[in-house]
């Protein structure tokens, strides 16, 4: 896995769509070093990702070799003494990957707008 650290800016043409309404807040936690941008091998596809105490959280990821980057992303955070990888998706199609290596559904997030 060939990663390439990006601006909010640079990424922003291929995972936009997918982050929907929360693409300000994604854009914003890129500009201040809270997460982190990456083109994958031939940008193929890209990921937003950040570290936290609980894990390596995938904040959001886009396009195609899901299963096989998934499984390079596991070594990632190993690497960086994570214990945990926890993905952050909406995307049925991601559920189903995600579900077929192991993952369970943890948490719910429920949200009111004004």
Known sequence: MKLQKITAGAIAPYV??????????IKSEIEADISEAWRV???SFYMVTRVEKRGLIVVL????GVFFNTKQ????????GCKAVFF????????????KMGYQNVERVYKLEF
């Open 16 to 25: 936009q769509r997918a982050a929907g309404q929360d693409w300000p807040v």
């Open 41 to 43: 091998n031939d940008g």
């Open 61 to 64: 990821a886009e396009g195609r």
């Open 73 to 80: 992303i596991h070594k990632l955070a190993q690497i960086a």
């Open 88 to 99: 952050y998706t909406e995307n049925r199609k991601m559920w189903r990957v995600v579900e």
